[in-house]
């Protein structure tokens, strides 16, 4: 399950709707860096299959195929994306996820940071959900 945070954004960029998610996770932050920023780890829970050539992904899922370019990534810290497909290219429409640690309780979540049309922005959280709950469930801390 996911938690909503109350740095939840409901602005538009390009029609996007800006939105954050925290999902806390039992995995250490160096293990789950490896699930988020590798091709391999990637397609352990998130696509059929992930390849890569430099900054340019391609995830593949049954049939389809989507391209992103790696924009920033910060060892065991943070991995940020942005869809090729996306019309405009100065879209500053972008994926991320940030591994957060509670400097007292030591807690790991993962945040992420998405955009979706407007009518889909549930959708888009709930599509979040499945894919956080299927890395638990590689990771063990389902």
Known sequence: MYILTNSYFKYKMNDKIKFELEFPIHASPQLLYQYLS??????????????????????????????????TKKSGERIKFKWLNEEDEDSPVFFEMRIQVDEITKDVSIMVTDFADEDEVEEAKMLWDNQISGLKQVLGSA
């Open 38 to 71: 590798t091709p391999s780890g990637l397609s352990e829970w998130f696509a059929d299959n992930v390849n890569s050539r430099g900054e340019l992904f391609t995830f593949i899922w049954d049939d389809s195929e989507e391209q992103a370019k790696l924009l």
